[in-house]
Structures are given as structure tokens and as C-alpha cells.
């Protein structure tokens, strides 16, 4: 115990000796904290952005406003800051780093500065002065960019010509969008690199690919009245769309002369690329927007899930003028019967009072739903532009299931998700539809069962040759399925006309708006279209 007694008494005196033999050692002993711990503290909240912590780090209190003005002039992403080795003495320190800098449009920008530390209040605290952001920054100095853009690329079409000319037809103009001045709000989401009033894309691809098309521009990095680097720009990449300029011209040919807001969608089934899209008005997208009750184009989509449960065309069904459904009182159009029919028969004249009875007896709510979502039915689109995905609900009632058979109750669709019914139907495949082949596309495709696609083919044949669309002139090879689609309020309601089909590895689908009969009015559309290609 002596001994333990005299150890201690030992190791204080070498304490006090040591206190009193220089002025360093008291530092060592008594200061709370290093340097490293203090620079690290300073170095997180700066990476953080957090100016308030920084400040609780200071030797001296005081604005480090210059923190927020260089993010902000500069469009500071983020910020990285890397320590170096600590030099220290007398109750000093000092550590360099290393910041990385991730500019908005541009990428990193890296420099080399120094934090100084000094011992008060028996702790390390940052010795800060303007010279601490970057080293040759004086007091009152701000960052600031000078940018020099390049030419704008284009947008063009398939065959490589350029459609943002701002001569091309109206239609096309709605797809390309145009270009407009900067706001402040485009700049804020841009990037700082933009300046209020600058040419920059609104609407249509001109806006998508605002960044592809714009290119970066070459940046002068500036303090003050100095440049500190001077970063190199990229040119911009053009947009090639999928646009076929026969076909394009083909539809405003079928659509100019029509008294009625009329659409009309043409789609590559091998590919998915939109090779045509037309509005005869102005204003509204309605081709890639509307959303319209598809009517009897849709008895396409429940016979994929009627062929898929057993029919083929050649099955025998009826065709009654009347039949009820869960409690849903269906007809034909002017109340047509046709008795005992094939289902190849009941489909090419779109006979109602067959479709609704086999869609209660062999499909349910979630087939139904199946074989909707199986030709792009409730499926986000990218197409390069804003457009409406096709809305299938579940049926919540027998009635609703035998109104969705035809069309009805609560569905909508665009003429754009129609034609890529058509196009999955022609191919045996769906594929997301898309106006720039380049983009990545987040739906994946999906094959149809080849009894359906062979069955399919079969029926929207004879829909041509001796159904609804027998009389609108549709040249030899065409497959469609005419639709007339109540819509509106009351005892007697309004129609929208219909046609949707493929010739070759051309999908198609036009819808006219109020127009009537989709087989006198909307197929003789189509058939134009498909002529004058």
C-alpha cells in the first residue's frame, strides 16, 4: 500500500513540473479537443450547408454569408471537402483541403484552400477569414459565372430532316414545342447557369430535351473581377424522332377536310415507333391527351381474354337484340339481331348482346383487367412528351363488367393508346409506343398468345371485308374494328367515332370527336390515311 501511496504522489509532481516548464506543454494539457476534431466539425457543416454549425466553430463570430453566395452563384449540387495533415504550433494550427466542388450542368470543380485554428477560450477554434473559402478571396468579393453557349441542336425527323424550324404543320409543332424566355422559375430549376430571358425550350420535345438540346455551356468561374478556371463546354446532342414524313403527310391528308376535332395515331407495330400523330384543331393534344371512351375498338381487348379463355372465331354464339346483365339492359346499334352467329360474325358486326353476356360468362373483373393491361391499358407512357395512359378500372358489378366488354362505363383512352392496341394485335406483341427511339423505355413488352393474335387477325378482317367497316372504302389487307362510343348526359347521348386497325406494319387508330358511327365516319378516315400512303 506504501508503495502505491508513493507512485501517486510521484506522477503529480511530474504534472506540476511539467506545467511550469513551458507554456506548450499547458496548452496540451488544458486546451479541450485537437485541431483534426475542430477542422472536421467546420468541414461537415460546410459539406451540409449548414452555416449556422459552422459559425459555432469560430474563434470570432461573424457572417459566413459567402458560403451561400457561392452555392448560389455557382449552382452548388454538393460540396466535398478533404482534409489534409495538421501543422501546429504555439497555440496555432493549420490544415489544408482539398474542395470538390459538383456544379449544376457542369460537374465538379476542385480547389486547394487552408483553415486556420487557434487555441481560445481553452479550445480550437477556426481562425476564419474570407481567405478560409478560397485563398485569394478578399472581403466583399462574390463568385460569379460567365457562360458562352453553343448552337442549339436539332430536332428532326426520321428521315433526318429538321421539324423545330417552326414551318412545319401544326400538329408537328405541338409534338416539337417551341421556344420561349427564361423565367426566373425556369433558371431556379435549370440551373444558374441560365439567365432570365435566355432561349430555352417550353412545350413538346424542345422542353424534354431541353439539356440534350442546349448542350453546356463553356464557364468562366470568376471572383470578383478575376477568373479562377475556365471549364469547357459540351455542344448539344440532337433529337431524331421517329416521325415518317409520308406518313405524317398521309394523316393530315385524311383529317384537314373534316368538319369535326378529329385525330388521328399512326404506330410501327414491329418497333412501337409513333410514325405519325395529327390534330385537325388547334390548342388540345387530343391525340395524345384525349380521353375518350374507346366504344367498340375495346371488344378488340375483351376478345384477347375470350379467345385466351377458350373461344376461337369460329365458335358459335348469339347476337339478340336485347340481353341483360347484371342487371344492365345491353342493345346493338339500331337495335340489330342477328341469332346464331360465329364469334368471327358477332365481332365484325360488334354485336353488344354478344360480348356482354361472355364477358360474365367466362371472364371475371381481373381477366378482364388482364387482357387490358396486356395491350398497355394502365400503363404510364413515355413517349418524349406528355401523354394520358389508357385508364382501365376494375369492374365493381356485373353491370360494369358487361359495359367495360363493349367500351363503356368508366374507360378512357387516347387515339395514341388505341393505335397501340392495334399495333400489339398486328405484331403479337405490345410494345410501349414511342416518338424518340433513343429514349429508355420503363414499361417492358408483352407477346399475346399466338391463338390470340392468329384468332384476332381472322376477326378484324372480316370486320373489313363484311362487318361495319365493309362500305369505307379500306384498301385490300386491312384489319380494323370500328367503335362508336356514347358519351355525355341524358336519354339520347352523343357518339365519338371510331376506327382502329394495321395494314402491314402500319397500326393506326382516329377517333372524331361527336363524329357518329365510327364505320361511316371515323373508317373512311382511316382509309384515306391508308391510301394515301
Not at 480547389?111 to 478578399?138: C, F, H, N
Not at 463553356?218 to 463546354?233: A, V
Not at 368538319?259 to 395524345?288: C, H, Q, W, Y
Request: proline letters at 5%; a positive charge.
Amino acid at each position: 500500500m506504501a508503495r502505491g501511496r508513493t507512485i501517486a504522489i510521484a506522477s503529480v509532481a511530474t504534472v506540476v513540473a511539467v506545467g511550469a516548464a513551458g507554456g506548450g506543454a499547458w496548452y496540451v494539457l488544458h486546451t479541450r479537443g485537437t485541431p483534426a476534431e475542430t477542422a472536421q466539425q467546420f468541414a461537415a457543416a460546410w459539406q451540409a450547408g449548414d452555416e449556422r454549425a459552422m459559425t459555432a466553430t469560430l474563434a470570432t463570430p461573424q457572417s459566413l454569408a459567402a458560403y451561400g453566395q457561392q452555392r448560389k452563384a455557382l449552382g452548388v449540387a454538393s460540396t466535398k471537402v478533404r482534409l489534409g495533415q495538421v501543422t501546429e504550433g504555439d497555440g496555432r494550427a493549420r490544415i489544408p483541403y482539398t474542395a470538390t466542388l459538383e456544379l449544376k450542368n457542369l460537374g465538379p470543380w476542385s480547389y486547394e484552400g487552408q483553415i486556420d485554428l487557434v487555441v481560445k477560450d481553452r479550445a480550437w477554434k477556426v481562425d476564419w477569414k474570407p481567405s478560409t473559402l478560397y485563398p485569394s478571396m478578399a472581403a466583399g468579393a462574390e463568385f460569379s459565372v460567365k457562360t458562352n453557349w453553343p448552337q442549339r441542336a436539332a430536332i428532326t425527323d426520321a428521315d433526318g430532316d429538321r421539324i423545330d424550324t417552326g414551318t412545319v404543320g401544326g400538329s408537328v409543332q405541338q409534338l416539337v414545342g417551341y421556344l420561349d424566355k427564361a423565367t426566373k422559375k425556369d433558371v431556379a430549376k435549370l440551373g444558374p447557369f441560365y439567365r432570365t430571358g435566355q432561349a430555352i425550350g417550353r412545350g413538346g420535345l424542345q422542353e424534354t430535351f431541353q439539356k440534350q438540346l442546349a448542350g453546356t455551356p463553356t464557364t468562366e468561374i470568376r471572383l470578383g473581377d478575376k477568373t479562377l478556371q475556365t471549364i469547357k463546354g459540351t455542344d448539344g446532342e440532337g433529337v431524331r424522332t421517329s416521325l415518317d414524313p409520308r406518313a405524317q403527310a398521309a394523316a393530315v391528308t385524311a383529317v384537314k377536310d373534316i368538319d369535326k376535332p378529329t385525330s388521328l395515331v399512326a404506330i410501327r407495330p414491329s418497333t412501337g415507333e409513333v410514325i405519325a400523330m395529327v390534330n385537325n384543331r388547334g390548342g388540345f393534344n387530343r391525340a395524345l391527351d384525349g380521353r375518350y371512351p374507346p366504344g367498340s375498338t375495346f371488344k378488340a381487348v375483351t376478345a384477347i381474354g375470350l379467345l385466351k379463355a377458350g373461344l376461337s372465331p369460329q365458335s358459335r354464339v348469339t347476337c339478340p337484340m336485347y340481353a341483360t346483365v347484371g342487371g344492365l339492359k345491353v342493345r346493338n346499334s339500331d337495335k340489330e339481331q342477328f341469332g346464331s352467329l360465329s364469334f368471327l360474325d358477332a365481332f365484325a358486326y360488334s354485336c353488344n348482346t354478344t360480348f356482354a353476356p361472355l364477358a360474365e360468362q367466362k371472364l371475371s373483373p381481373d381477366k378482364l383487367l388482364d387482357a387490358a393491361e396486356s395491350v398497355g391499358f394502365n400503363t404510364p407512357l413515355t413517349i418524349g412528351v406528355p401523354a394520358t395512359k389508357a385508364s382501365f378500372p376494375k369492374a365493381k358489378s356485373g353491370a360494369e363488367l358487361a359495359a367495360e366488354s363493349f367500351g363503356q362505363a368508366r374507360i378512357t383512352a387516347s387515339p395514341l393508346s388505341i393505335a397501340s392496341v392495334a399495333a400489339a394485335i398486328a405484331d403479337g406483341t405490345w410494345r410501349p409506343p414511342t416518338l424518340v427511339p433513343s429514349m429508355k423505355q420503363k414499361a417492358k413488352e408483352r407477346p399475346l398468345p399466338e391463338k390470340v393474335t392468329s384468332g384476332l387477325h381472322q376477326m378484324m378482317a372480316a370486320v373489313v371485308t363484311k362487318g361495319t367497316a365493309k362500305s369505307a372504302g379500306l384498301p385490300s389487307g386491312t384489319h380494323g374494328k370500328t367503335g362508336t362510343a356514347e358519351f355525355g348526359t341524358g336519354e339520347k347521348l352523343d357518339t365519338h367515332a371510331w376506327f382502329m386497325g394495321f395494314r402491314n406494319d402500319v397500326a393506326f387508330a382516329v377517333v372524331v370527336e361527336g363524329g357518329g358511327g365510327g364505320g361511316s365516319v371515323a373508317a373512311p378516315v382511316a382509309a384515306t390515311f391508308l391510301k394515301a400512303l
